[in-house]
């Protein structure tokens, strides 16, 4: 095959599909082979791109609720041709068989390795960031308008909630017509839970320090560190002198800026990201100040939570793996069901929180978020929900909210200490015992919460978590294409389509990973494997002498080196005031010594000395990078 610059799509599809043939030749055959490339290429040619990235998806979302247990697949529903008056699609048809019965449902002893075939052709091309619709792009938009809307409803009857717990001589009868008496039990022991988690907790004892992304007040790199807006929700828990500025020497030199800091508020930015065929999602923007406190606050809680003895196994902010392995055991024995929450983020209401987290952490993070944001479309919206995806204490909040609320409802429910001590909480990623998997779902519902039920996975042996879908205690995980192909030298191309042939090398499809390496070849010229063991993006498989780099002997090294592509961020320097660039090494110098502690390297906080040197004048570029040719 000749390879050029310009890769389709279906042809990268096609080689894939020749993959699963050669690994299932038992039931597909090459007749059968020819037929299905047939009405791929017919389909995609009618249906465009869509056909890959919505129509094969829509069939495989179809699919995992079969698996699920939820209802039987009925392609007739789906645009499909059903296979020899089955219920599932001709399409696949010899692969399906092996997997459901003929009215759609699980056989008794399916083929795993038909449903991770299965499920790797029906979503390669599902997370592809191409450029949306504008239409779903407003819609995006209208949906988390009326999100706010519906939390604002919770949030009301969170705020009476509220009033009447502060109530001391309790009228029994107002708080059975405000909740039912056992969402009022359960937000009790869902306080005390918390109230327990942070009685050591000290809210002032946080390092701030600047986020990776863009703030919606505009400001560049280099002045993030140089203060013009302070708000008094912020200073009157976080001093202006103790945690904006290096030292007090630093407030001194800076005394005529300090005394023209405004304390206005400045309202967050949602801006519209490539999620999945589907459309858009909105991420927010924080205002600057909020983001450097926020950041702080929000590793404190952290650290604080995933070394408490309540919260170390079952609330995870760093570490996906014990969610991922819970899925998978959860698949095998069916002891386990996996809760996937929907719009999460969007749906923590401000009362909640309230309700829920003690003083005086309470007080704190309601001070530390937004009270309004501006939309993509230029309208400005008060908040309702506590903070928007985006957020440094979202993710926190969110996890700490769903565990207390799941822990104090189970144990109103007479579930034992051992079922709660079971739980696993990652964000909006849940794992439950089984036998309590719809009194989670009621608990969380009942206080505003949404379950996505189509991917929550409560009976059969099909789970999802983190990352990981599994069946029967084996991995059925695809490999999803997300960066769109280009022809030109593109950093991100580069990295991630590497990435992918080697995905693909590694399940055994070679056909797939030859067609990829052909492509790259073709616009990039010299490629690189692993066996070179050099740090740049290598290929895991085998390649040609004609790919073969060029060599050179560096006698100062006393080693070969190898002239291949390297990727580099994209850095610029700026000089700003010694002050600024002092409290810039102060920040990230602290998370650089965490970040040693956490390779299990100990590095004390205090000796800055220690620390890997960097240039307090560089600024480097977020997704911003070049790729050259080096000797590496």
């Not at 279906?10 to 030749?25: E, R």
């Not at 499920?119 to 997370?127: D, E, P």
């Not at 005086?360 to 479309?377: H, I, Q």
Request: proline residues 5%; glycine residues 6%.
């Amino acid at each position: 095959m000749v390879y050029t610059k310009s890769l389709e799509y279906v042809n990268v599809f096609i080689a894939l599909l020749c993959d699963v043939q050669a690994l299932h030749s038992n039931v597909m055959t090459t007749s059968d082979l020819r037929k299905t490339t047939k009405v791929v290429r017919r389909r995609f040619s009618r249906e465009g791109i869509g056909f890959l990235t919505k129509t094969l998806p829509r069939l495989g979302k179809a699919f995992d609720k079969a698996l699920s247990c939820h209802e039987p697949l009925d392609s007739t529903v789906l645009a499909f041709t059903s296979y020899n008056g089955c219920k599932f699609p001709k399409l696949f048809g010899e692969l399906f068989s092996q997997v459901l019965d003929k009215n759609g449902a699980v056989l008794h002893s399916p083929d795993v390795v038909c449903i991770r075939s299965l499920r790797q052709l029906m979503f390669l091309f599902y997370k592809l960031e191409l450029p949306n619709d504008p239409k779903l792009e407003q819609a995006t938009i209208e949906q988390f308008v009326k999100t706010e809307q519906e939390v604002a409803l919770h949030n009301i009857l969170h705020e009476e909630i509220h009033k009447v717990l502060q109530t001391r001589h309790d009228n029994p009868t107002r708080t059975n017509s405000v909740s039912p008496g056992w969402v009022h039990r359960t937000l009790i022991a869902a306080r005390r839970r918390l109230g327990t988690v942070f009685a050591g907790f000290d809210h002032a004892d946080v390092y701030p320090r600047h986020g990776p992304g863009v703030v919606s007040t505009k400001e560049r790199l280099w002045r993030k560190y140089q203060w013009t807006n302070i708000p008094d929700r912020i200073a009157q828990h976080y001093p202006i002198d103790a945690y904006f500025y290096a030292s007090l020497s630093h407030v001194c030199d800076k005394v005529s800026e300090l005394t023209m800091l405004t304390n206005h508020e400045s309202s967050a930015q949602v801006l519209l990201v490539p999620k999945d065929s589907r459309g858009p999602r909105l991420i927010s923007c924080e205002p600057l100040e909020f983001q450097w406190i926020q950041q702080g606050l929000g590793r404190a809680i952290v650290k604080h939570v995933e070394e408490h003895p309540l919260t170390r196994y079952s609330v995870h902010f760093t570490d996906q793996s014990p969610n991922q392995r819970g899925a998978l055991l959860g698949s095998q024995t069916g002891r386990y069901a996996t809760l996937d929450l929907k719009e999460a983020s969007d749906r923590v209401t401000v009362g909640i929180v309230r309700l829920l987290f003690p003083e005086p952490l309470n007080e704190v993070l309601l001070s530390c978020r937004s009270l309004a944001t501006k939309l993509p479309d230029g309208r400005v919206i008060a908040l309702q929900k506590f903070a928007p995806m985006g957020s440094a204490l979202c993710f926190p909040v969110l996890a700490l909210t769903t565990w207390a609320l799941l822990a104090a409802g189970l144990e109103v429910f007479g579930a034992s200490e051992s079922v709660i001590d079971s739980l696993l909480v990652y964000g909006d990623d849940v794992v439950v015992p089984a036998e309590y998997a719809e009194h989670a779902m009621i608990i969380l519902e009942s206080f505003g919460l949404k379950i996505n039920r189509d991917k929550s996975c409560t009976k059969g042996f099909f789970r999802e978590s983190c990352g990981v879908d599994a069946f029967a205690g084996k991995s059925v995980t695809p490999v999803r294409f997300r960066t769109p192909w280009s022809s030109f030298r593109r950093p991100e191309v580069y990295t991630s389509w590497i990435s992918y042939a080697n995905s693909m090398y590694i399940r055994g499809y070679k056909h797939c990973y030859d067609m990829i390496v052909g492509h790259l070849k073709a616009v990039y010229r010299l490629m690189v494997t692993t066996d070179y063991r050099l740090s740049v993006p290598s290929l895991c498989g085998p390649l040609d002498s004609s790919t073969v780099p060029r060599r050179r002997w560096n006698k100062n090294l006393q080693k070969f080196e190898y002239r291949v592509y390297d990727v580099e961020p994209y850095t610029t320097t700026k000089e700003i005031d010694g002050w600024s660039m002092l409290l810039r090494y102060f920040s990230e110098a602290r998370s650089s010594a965490e970040l040693y502690r956490n390779r299990g390297t100990e590095v004390p906080t205090a000796r800055f000395d220690q620390i890997e040197p960097f240039s307090v004048r560089a600024y480097t570029y977020r997704k911003r990078n070049k790729i050259r040719l080096r000797w590496r």
